[in-house]
């Protein structure tokens, strides 16, 4: 029996796949919008089989390499994601049969990295920010890449630089809005990760009306919502183009979460934080005029961010034991919490320009990178020494007896060594400092790194870089 919409009876799990005749759900949004006259709907992505927005890229990237020849029987996938590409290329390819492997951030809420294993996905969990940090050397793109390129088995189809992923939008996403709105859109906004669903689906509103407004919204720097990246990010995301948008927006952690509770208390939509995220910058964004008639993406549900939510809102975490009062962090996490904010101030922390003066300089301080040996042995800081956090406390000797010494720790992207600033600290070394946003910060301003990867000279610097 062929698939049928209508009775919503399928062949096949795949035919339940957006299109014109399967759209997900516009639901109208009343009671979190202010406005008096302007109309703002909300696209529920989670309507897709596997649960999110990034079903439709998933689909497209595959339709697109087995049409191109370069996927087909006997390879397999490798793609760095922030979870929900994942899940859509795992299940897509335990349909059709191709395997998959995701280099990800170990940031990445549990629930997401265990359903991937639970999906027959080989996790790789790697020291990179939450959605993989564009240019990170042995980030997830890159390792993703690095593993097509040296086994011909594995496909990267890279939704970071592919067309196809906006392409999924422009297929899809597009011309259900333009027929779900009967034409009358004015207004389309999404959060910004790989840029895929503003560009693709903002390209197919504007052709057929020119006017149609494509606003972003992107979260601060240093959030915690999976999927959308930062306005430092964005700067070297391949797919955003925001010259074809009308107006963009930062919204916050603590809004988009604050958004977030509200529509499922007050709306009763069961929207993920990126959803939050995008409909409290769209709020800022649309003009409450008659005529206007808005149209949200909500990427996902909240189903799979419950150690957000603790994080968050303490107050839900559940109650240390059975019968105790939800605990509210312990004065001990509080204090920590607090100290490591307080490093981000500029006498602990140090900026990749002012640390790459000082080499030059030649007041070098001396610089312990805490990374795996692995990780340090590919690629660091010239000069760097290498004492993982693991073995901090063990190796605490081989740290200089002069408590003035001058010393900077290193990770990945400044997260860690936060913490071992503060274990040096409290061995009393009075001059040590966190490298602000880690190697991969390093790396993108174009500074000189050692390794079995070689010397790399320093990058001539960009305007980009040059700002500092
Ligand atoms: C939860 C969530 N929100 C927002 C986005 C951003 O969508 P895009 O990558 O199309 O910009 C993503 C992308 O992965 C996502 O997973």
New binding site residues.
Partial sequence: MASNHATRVYDSILDLLPNEENPTPLVRLRRVVPFKHAVVYAKLEWYNPFG???DR?AANLIRDAEERGILGPGKKLVEAT????GVGLAMIGNARGYGLETPLSAAIPLEKRTTLRFFGTKVVELDDSL?PAPGAPEGAIATAREKAQSDPSYVALDQYANEA?PGGHYRTTGPEIWRQTGGEVTHFV?????????TGTGRFLKERNASVKVLGVYPEDGHDI???RSKRQLAQTKLYFPDEYDGEVEVTNREAFEMCLRLNREESIIA?P?SGMALAGALKLIPDEPGVVAVVIF??NIFKYASSICRHFPEMAPPAKPGAEAAAPSRREQLFEAMMENLKNPHDSVRVTKLAAELAGGAAPLIIDVRPPDQYAEMHVPGAINIPQSELPNRKLELPEDRDAPIVMVCGIGKFSKETTLFLKSLGYRNVRNLKGGINEWVRKGQPTEGSGGTVAAAAASPAQAEG
Wanted: aromatic fraction near 0%.
């Fill in positions: 999110a927005v990034k890229v922030s979870g929900n590409t959605c992923n999404a959060g910004l990760g790989t840029c895929g669903t503003i999976p999927g959308v993920g990126s990427p996902d």
